[in-house]
């Protein structure tokens, strides 16, 4: 298909010693008022939708600008037109940007007006400082001795069984060993797909008194979801399904809980604790365990959940080196 003939407009430009306006940029290389001579720094874009086009014009080159007179010439002159002078060693005029097809900014919020008093100085002074005293009240520390008034620890362990977990996931992911599986149909993702184009004319100035229109598009998509099977389905796992624990107590020598008999499988038959993966069968899982520490110091009880090294170190009764925030209380991590 045959490249589409670019329609070129004229430029428009002000005469700035008779000041008359809207002269063309590619007709009136000299005001038709005056006579003076075209100032090619001049030239503007007409308002969208008042472009004259520019008859019978044939595109050389941007017009270079003579340097004596600064008159625009064509590309194709040797001379200037106004002067004489001739085109060595001269430089092509500058050209102008379309802003009509720039979207104006925002006009940023005018601040307010600075208040002519300096109280607000000292406000901001004041907040200062109050910030920096709460922080080194609630950061400041102090040593003391607390007494242990009271030592307790506790033990858990989770007890799993093996049986039916109801799950789903996507078809293709399904394990192996899934069973009473359903299916239906769900959202997996989205892809994006082309949606036509938005376009928009821009203006070029094309350096001669004249400019030219061109469509500039870009490609507009859209988000499409993407449909897959989801399944639901029930496999054989090992979960949580009871705790047994121990404490919390006081005794001097922390002990896990027994196990008990755990459940081979649903037949009633057990292994002294160890499991097998039947139905119904129990094992031992996840064990927790927390020691806590009671102290008291100048009329004041706090409660620490310690290692069990730091537990074991501090008797009933004993005496205990401890950080004690200025706010906050106790810090716990002072204890070793």
Not at 15 to 24: A, F, I, P
Not at 72 to 77: E, Q
Not at 183 to 212: A, L, N, P, W
Not at 224 to 229: A, G, K, L, S, T
Request: contains cysteine; glycine residues 8%.
């Amino acid at each position: 298909m045959a490249e589409e003939k670019e329609i070129y407009y004229e430029m428009l430009w002000d005469c700035s010693q008779c000041n008359t306006k809207g002269l063309l940029g590619d007709s009136h290389r000299h005001c038709p008022t005056c006579g003076a001579a075209q100032d090619p720094t001049k030239r503007y874009f007409p308002e969208p939708g008042q472009e004259v086009e520019a008859r019978n014009h044939q595109f050389v080159g941007a017009d270079w600008s003579c340097a004596y007179c600064s008159s625009p010439n064509s590309a194709a002159a040797a001379h200037c037109t106004n002067c004489g002078a001739g085109k060595d060693g001269t430089k092509p005029v500058a050209t102008v940007v379309d802003t009509a097809a720039t979207p104006a900014p925002v006009a940023a919020a005018t601040p307010p007006a600075k208040p002519r008093s300096g109280w607000w100085r000292w406000a901001l002074a004041v907040f200062a400082l109050a910030v920096v005293a709460l922080g080194i009240l609630f950061t400041s520390k102090h040593e003391t001795t607390a007494t242990v008034a009271g030592r307790t620890w506790q033990r858990e362990i989770q007890i799993e069984q093996f049986g039916p977990v109801s799950d789903s996931a996507w078809c293709d992911s399904v394990p192996g060993d899934a069973y009473s599986i359903s299916q239906s149909r769900e959202q997996r993702s989205t892809r994006r797909i082309e949606d036509g184009q938005t376009c928009h004319d821009t203006r070029v100035d094309k350096g001669d008194g004249t400019f030219v229109k061109r469509k500039e598009c870009t490609t507009r998509y859209r988000e499409e979801p993407i449909y897959d099977n989801r399944c639901r389905y029930q496999v054989n796992r090992w979960r949580g399904y009871r705790t047994v624990k121990a404490g919390p107590q006081t005794a001097a020598t922390p002990m896990w809980p027994a196990l008990g008999n755990l459940a081979a499988a649903n037949t009633g038959n057990n292994l002294g604790g160890l499991a097998s993966n039947a139905m119904g069968a129990e094992r031992a899982g996840q064990r927790s365990e927390s020691y806590v520490l009671q102290l008291q110091a100048g009329g004041k009880n706090w409660s620490c959940n310690v290692p069990q090294s730091v537990w074991n170190k501090y008797e009933q009764g004993s005496a205990a080196p401890v950080q004690v925030r200025t706010v906050g209380g106790v810090d716990c991590a002072s204890l070793k």
